[in-house]
């Protein structure tokens, strides 16, 4: 907003014309969604235990938890405020793709809601049924996947996949990259849940990659940039680069709150929407399979669940002390903020990783 009451002032006042470029833009929303965390934090930390909505600990998890149990959650809502609007204030609002990228997560964020808030009604740890909570990730994704398809009709977006380390393997996926949008934004939103289990683990990973993911929609708008990298240009994903970096911002300013010992929880608000906003940027700049990469961490935490249920279920053996593995690190003896640590070193080397295949094909 304004973005569009600024910019065309400038032909008055010529300093206005630094409204134009994304640099300008995403620095300035990444400030605003830090100063949006900072100080609406206390406020809503205040208000959650005004209200009584506090964290509900599960009885078969680690026992070094159950003091946390109370704790203001739902602080996912503080993440998404400092996010959206940043990002609906220095955007353009005629680019398509930042309004998927802002819808997608907040519907995400809504399931997340009422599954936080059905936890809290029935002081519980169980909240929207799996099955529904699955079902409306599904619906949400699947428009997401015919919105794309219906812009790739009228050429505005491409269904072709790029793969790292093989970029002259571009194989058209055509209407098959429907149920391939579906898997990749219910993956990442399930695999960013999966590792909010620690105080300030989920926000902290997520930050690294959200930058990550704000370079590559960077050089993926830009000529040169994608031309040297080898990158498939699309101009209009640039715009994408001020949702990333509200997104790093509202990630830091939360984390001010979310650092060990925790005030306040994201809870499945922010947990879900965080990684379906990952999930959609990854698919709107046509980096789908280098989220994998970007997002190792969650792709470890999730497949430790994956394999720790397979085993159990055909073995009756556990490969884990628990699942997800931060939760394996804690029970051999590592404390909470070593395991926090050491998954950020991990997270910043997959996303530096990531950076390095750019040019390699």
């Known amino acids: 907003m304004l973005f569009h009451l600024l910019f065309p002032l400038h032909t008055q006042f010529s300093v206005l014309n630094v409204t134009r470029y994304i640099t300008f833009r995403t620095a300035t929303a990444s400030l605003s969604a830090l100063a949006i965390s900072l100080v609406l934090g206390p406020w809503m930390v205040r208000k959650l235990r005004e209200f009584q909505i506090g964290q509900v600990i599960r009885q078969e998890g680690p026992v070094t938890h159950r003091p946390k149990a109370g704790t203001p959650t739902m602080g996912g809502l503080l993440i998404l405020t400092a996010a959206l609007v940043p ?26 809601f009422a599954d936080d808030y059905l936890k809290i009604v029935r002081r519980s740890h169980h909240g929207l049924r799996p099955r529904y909570k699955m079902l409306y990730q599904v619906l949400i994704a699947s428009a997401v996947g015919g919105a794309l398809l219906v812009l790739g009709h009228y050429g505005l977006y491409n269904t072709r996949l790029i793969f790292p380390f093989f970029k002259w393997l571009i194989p058209d996926l055509r209407w098959g990259y429907l149920p391939f949008t579906v898997l990749v934004l219910v993956g990442a939103s399930n695999a960013v849940n999966l ?39 699309f101009s209009p994903a640039a715009e ?122």
């Open 87 to 112: 990002t609906l204030l220095w955007a353009d609002l005629r680019n398509p793709y930042v309004w998927i990228a802002v819808l997608t997560t907040a519907a995400f964020g809504a399931v997340g």
């Open 195 to 233: 590792t909010d289990g620690l105080d300030g683990l989920a926000i902290s990973t997520f930050a690294i990659a959200a930058a990550a993911f704000t370079a590559l929609s960077y050089v993926t708008g830009h000529r040169v940039l994608a031309d040297y990298l080898l990158l498939v240009r």
């Open 240 to 361: 994408l680069t001020i949702f990333c970096g509200s997104l790093v911002g509202a990630s830091l300013g939360f984390l001010w709150y979310n650092s060990y010992p925790a005030e306040i929880f994201m809870g499945d608000v922010g947990s879900l929407a965080l990684g379906a906003a990952l999930g959609t940027v990854a698919i709107l700049i046509k980096q789908e399979l280098l989220l994998v990469i970007v997002g190792g961490v969650f792709v470890l935490e999730a497949m430790s669940v994956i394999i720790q249920v397979a085993s159990f279920k055909l073995t009756g053996q556990r490969v884990f002390r628990m699942a997800p593995l931060h939760h394996h690190f804690e029970l051999i003896g590592w404390s909470e903020p070593k395991v926090i640590t050491r998954f950020v070193i991990v997270a910043i080397i997959f996303a530096l990783f990531s950076l390095t295949t750019l040019k390699l094909r």
